[in-house]
Nanobody
Framework: QVQLVESGGGLVQAGGSLRLSCAASGSIFSIKVMNWYRQAPGKQRELVASITPGGNTDYADSVKGRFTISRDNAKNTVYLQMNSLQPENTDVYYC????????WGQGTQVTVSS
């Protein structure tokens, strides 16, 4: 069964950048769509970005042009490069894959200060 381990969150000033990483165990990584979600306290978890096994990407409108999702199938790792961060991007970010049962990382906190 797949395990997802996230890293890269932290505190950053507005306008700064962070790069999130999600390392996946197992041999199924390269054939699955990978997703990044975000969740604020009291809010529903929301899809931020997706990437197909072939590298096609999709983004929430709010992050287009600022965030980039990528994957390294040889390393079983998916990334989320976050540029031009703003306070509204302050959330817990989760890595996700559907087997089709959803699997989640533990979440990594991103805090953007004004």
């Amino acid at each position: 069964q797949v395990q997802l381990v996230e890293s890269g969150g932290g505190l950053v000033q507005a306008g700064g950048s962070l790069r999130l990483s999600c390392a996946a165990s197992g041999s199924i990584f390269s054939i699955k769509v990978m997703n990044w979600y975000r969740q604020a306290p009291g809010k529903q978890r929301e899809l931020v970005a997706s990437i197909t096994p072939g590298g096609n990407t999709d983004y929430a409108d709010s992050v287009k042009g600022r965030f980039t999702i990528s994957r390294d199938n040889a390393k079983n790792t998916v990334y989320l490069q976050m540029n031009s961060l703003q306070p509204e991007n302050t959330d817990v970010y989760y890595c996700n894959v559907n087997l089709p049962m959803p699997r989640w990382g533990q979440g990594t906190q991103v805090t953007v200060s004004s």
